[in-house]
């Protein structure tokens, strides 16, 4: 009878608990293979930013030898760039876990000091475009980088802000008188004091010290609106004559 009593315990308690264990352990091992380790996720990680707007110019390639070679040493260095060279071939479409290896393995001061690089490479190239804009804001997310210091480094690179311009059917100039209003919400038939009004609400509501948002994507346009608000009331400053 006793010996039933621990065969029926072990078949029914112990064994499913063990299988359980062991599946978990299984799953566990395979989530870490899933995540590439530390060089292998800074080097896709450029490579996804170089290859962000379908162009891997030399201009970014100066940018990313120069880190490497300074962090990793020449013997390393070269090694990465060979395995850069690799990544560039193929583009990587879930970065995410390249993301996971850095908050595993990066103080938060290596990952800002390594998302600044990816800023660099983004702008060497005739400025930063609409996808690697939006790529850096995915990334940000991804190794939490925090508000106040995203808000920094797009401070250092306007033309994070540049693709939101070229998107937009009107231009910052006077070849098309109306920008100015349509930016304002107001109309060509709209008084100074109208303007003034109009300028002093929408500053009011876009100015980064006014505007808490987390998503990094959001508080940029929320910028690049701010940004835009100001040019179009300067603008009609001075093309009305008012003070």
């Known amino acids: 009878m006793f010996f039933k009593i621990l065969f029926i315990i072990g078949f029914f308690i112990i ?6 264990k062991k599946s978990e352990y299984i799953e566990e091992e395979e989530k870490k293979k899933a995540i590439p380790n530390l060089s292998t996720a800074l080097v896709g990680l450029i490579a ?4 962000a707007d379908g162009l891997a110019t030399k201009s970014e390639l100066t940018e990313v030898k120069t880190f490497l070679l300074q962090r990793f040493g020449e013997k390393n260095g070269k090694k990465l760039l060979l395995l850069l060279k690799n990544k560039l071939q193929k583009r990587i479409l879930n970065f995410r876990p390249h993301c996971l290896s850095l908050n595993r393995n990066l103080t938060y001061a290596q990952k800002l000091d390594f998302f600044t690089l990816l800023f660099r490479i983004a702008d060497a190239n005739e400025g930063i475009s609409e996808n690697e804009a939006k790529t850096l804001s995915q990334i940000a997310r991804h190794i939490t980088i925090s508000s106040s210091d995203f808000s920094k480094l797009t401070s250092q690179f306007p033309s994070f802000y540049s693709y939101h311009r070229n998107r937009e059917t009107w231009t910052y100039t006077p070849a098309n008188p109306k920008w100015a209003y349509e930016t304002l919400l107001i109309n060509e038939k709209s008084s100074n004091e109208d303007i003034k009004k109009a300028y002093r609400s929408l500053a009011k509501k876009y100015h980064p010290d006014k505007v808490n948002l987390k998503d990094h ?12 608000v100001n040019e179009a009331y300067k603008y009609l400053k001075k093309s009305k004559g008012f003070v």
């Open 15 to 20: 064994f499913p608990y063990l299988l359980w």
């Open 48 to 51: 996804v930013i170089m290859n």
């Open 217 to 228: 994507e959001a508080k940029a346009q929320a910028a690049e609106k701010f940004r835009a």
